[in-house]
């Protein structure tokens, strides 16, 4: 079974207009030949425009964050509509530092999905287990429960534009990553979830990335875990060098 491979880069809280457009200057300039890998970079919204710009028919991008209302007194918000009509194809939903700086529950995390799609957005959703829930023995439990909450209602035939990334908390800008079979393990259980929500076929199509402390020197052990599509790169995404590295992996 041929999945789609996804290539992202969250760049978090970081880059001025000037730092962004040279990282994706730098980035193309290395790209060579990707073969069907799919390359998203994430940059700070107030760039997305001119990164949209930059970027061409090489590069999707998509945004960070979103409200989930279509417009109104949310001051500080950005609508899915703007995410939309400002170039971005793709939205990152429930990222940890959302779930947990910001306080983003599942309920709002599924409003958010149902928004993203409703407007035409790929929205990629992001689960992942705490430390604690770990060494408890909860990872997969917390895991089903979160891509249960954020997928509800999420009808069959709009699965096709959802991309799922699993991100372990505990592995998140710490350097430490998920052992691939770590990693692996939880990619198979995701699909289990989605089997038993959308039937064989969505399980096995649906693209599911790792993210956390990915960097150069351990993404060939991720990435030939079979359940394994793809990265969601932060803090290696930053420099076109070792964003292109992870990139080019055989
Ligand atoms: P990291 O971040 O690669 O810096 O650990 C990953 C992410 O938050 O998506």
């Given at each position: 079974m041929k999945r789609r491979e996804i290539f992202a880069g969250?760049?978090?809280?970081?880059?001025t207009l000037s730092e962004a457009l040279a990282l994706i200057e730098g980035i193309i300039k290395g790209l060579g030949d990707i073969a069907n890998r799919e390359i998203v970079v994430f940059p700070p919204a107030v760039h997305a425009r001119e990164v949209v710009k930059a970027c061409g028919n090489k590069i999707a991008v998509g945004l960070q964050n979103m409200y989930f209302?279509?417009?109104?007194?949310?001051?500080g918000e950005i609508s899915p509509l703007m995410v939309k009509d400002v170039g971005a194809r793709f939205i990152l939903i429930g990222h940890s530092e959302r779930r947990h700086?910001?306080?983003?529950?599942d309920e709002m995390i599924n409003r958010k999905i149902h928004a993203a799609l409703d407007v035409g957005l790929e929205p990629m959703v992001c689960v992942g287990e705490l430390i604690s829930e770990r060494e408890a023995g909860n990872s997969e439990k917390v895991v089903e429960t979160q891509l249960k909450a954020a997928l509800a209602g999420v009808a069959r035939d709009q699965m096709n534009k959802v991309v799922i990334a699993y991100e372990p908390v505990w592995a998140i800008g710490t350097g430490k990553v998920a052992t691939p079979e770590i990693a692996e393990s939880m990619h198979q259980s995701i699909r289990n979830v989605l089997k038993a929500l959308y039937g064989a076929e969505i399980a096995t199509t649906v693209p599911v990335l790792y993210g956390g402390s990915v960097k150069p020197e351990n993404i060939k052990g991720l990435f030939s875990?079979?359940?394994?599509?793809?990265v969601l790169v932060?803090?290696?995404?930053?420099?076109a060098k070792s964003f292109l590295d992870i990139i080019h992996v055989q």
């Open positions: 969250n760049w978090k809280m970081y880059t209302e279509k417009e109104g007194a949310f001051t700086v910001f306080g983003e529950t875990q079979e359940n394994i599509d793809g932060g803090g290696a995404s930053l420099t």
